[in-house]
Each structure stands twice: as C-alpha cells, then as structure tokens.
C-alpha cells in the first residue's frame, strides 16, 4: 500500500503567518491526492480534492498543489479556527490511506 | 442540509460483535459511494471498508477483512458495519463518510461513534 508520510508533525504559528504542509508519498499517487482538516473532538473535513480543487464553501486562502510524490498545503494567512490537524490522503491506489497528520498549534 | 448519523458504538468484549449504523440525509444517498473509516484514540486515520451505490462492489482492510461486514439500504438511506470477532486494536472512533460517485475522497462525513473492545 502507499504510504503518506506528512512534514512536519507540529507547525507553531502564529495568527496571520503563511503555513506550510507537506505530504510525501511513497510512489506515485498521479494528482489524486486530498486535504482534510479535523478540529478536537470533530470529524474530518474536506479541505482540498485531486491536489487543487478546493471543496465547496472552503475559504481561498486553502490551496494545494504538486503531483506524483509530493504534495503542499498552503494556508495564506492563519485565521484563529485554522488551527487543527490537517490529513492528506491518497486515491490512487487501492487501499486508500492517509497520511500521519500535521498539528497547526498557536505559538 | 448534509447530515451523517452514526449510531451503535459502545464497549463490548474481545470476540464479541457490534452493528453500526449511519443514516443518510439531506443528498441522494443512493447516488454515492460510501466508507467506514476509524480512529484510534490519538490516532490518524484508517480506512477501513468501501461499499459502491448499488452495494454490489465491496472492499476491507486487510485488518479487518473476514470479520466486518458492510451493507446499505438505499431506501431507508442507511449503511451498516457489522463487526465480529472483535480485539483490543479496534478499539476506535467510526466515522462513515460519502464519495461522489467514480471518486474516492470523502466530501461528507458523520460525527462519528466510538467502539471500546475491552474485557
């Protein structure tokens, strides 16, 4: 199966900064490759699908891009409920699986 | 709106077995793929099943395939996860979630139900 490896575990910033997340995948995923957010005690959400297309109502300030094995997370400019851990996760290759998670926390 | 209800978490003994449930509302349910995926506690993420619109293409995890069993029922809008034969290491949250049809991320999830195996 693919394996997702995410860069860094912990991102400590602060609100306003410009956030970057990375996401390697141990072979090729083409650009099938998503972003999801989950909040403390939430469920995930859809953030990014096929390795640019933001979901509907995600603000602009969410975007991805990359192909094959390595893929980014952008976040513009923090907003106070960005703060979250952020899953990638792979549809090219049965099974699907996702990444080990980047905690975004308030430095 | 968009709503996924899980229900039928609970704690249950090694070898023993639960049924899980999600209810569908607010999109045509029958038009989408759906999953089961779980959480350990302090975990990420593992997919965990995969059933398609008509019910007729199934998929497991390799950790769970042989004891858990996905199903749905497009006209009462529900999808299902029997588990048996349950251990310690399924001990997770279960989250159902959709996928638009042909696709495989999930643009809907549930809040989620937590299964506790302990004796």
């Known amino acids: 199966e693919i394996v997702l490896t995410q860069s860094p575990a912990t991102l400590s910033l602060s609100p306003g900064e410009r956030a970057t997340l990375s996401c390697r995948a141990s072979q090729s995923v083409s650009s099938y490759l998503a972003w999801y957010q989950q909040n403390l005690g939430q469920a995930p959400r859809l953030l990014i699908y096929?390795?640019?297309n933001r979901a509907t109502g995600i603000p602009a300030r969410f975007s991805g891009r990359g192909s094959g094995t390595d893929f980014t997370l952008t976040i513009s400019s923090l907003e106070p409920e960005d703060f979250a851990v952020y899953f990638c996760?792979?549809?090219?290759?049965?099974?699907?699986?996702f990444g080990g998670g980047t905690k975004v926390e308030i430095k | 709106q968009v709503q996924l209800v899980e229900s039928g978490g609970g704690l249950v003994k090694p070898g023993g077995s639960l049924r899980l449930s999600c209810a569908a509302s607010g999109f045509i349910f029958s038009d989408y793929y759906m999953s089961w995926i779980r959480q350990a506690p302090g975990k990420g993420l593992e997919w965990v099943s995969f059933i398609n619109t008509s019910g007729d293409t199934i998929y497991y995890a390799d950790s769970v395939k042989g004891r858990f069993t996905i199903s749905r029922d497009n006209a009462k809008n529900s999808l299902y996860l029997q588990m048996n034969s349950l251990r310690a290491e399924d001990t997770a949250v279960y989250y159902c979630?959709?996928?638009?049809?042909?696709?495989?991320?999930?643009?809907?999830w549930g809040q989620g139900t937590l299964v506790t195996v302990s004796s």
């Open positions: 096929d390795t640019s």
């Open positions: 979630a959709s996928s638009p049809f042909g696709e495989l991320f999930y643009n809907y």
């Open positions: 996760q792979q549809r090219s290759n049965w099974p699907p699986t």
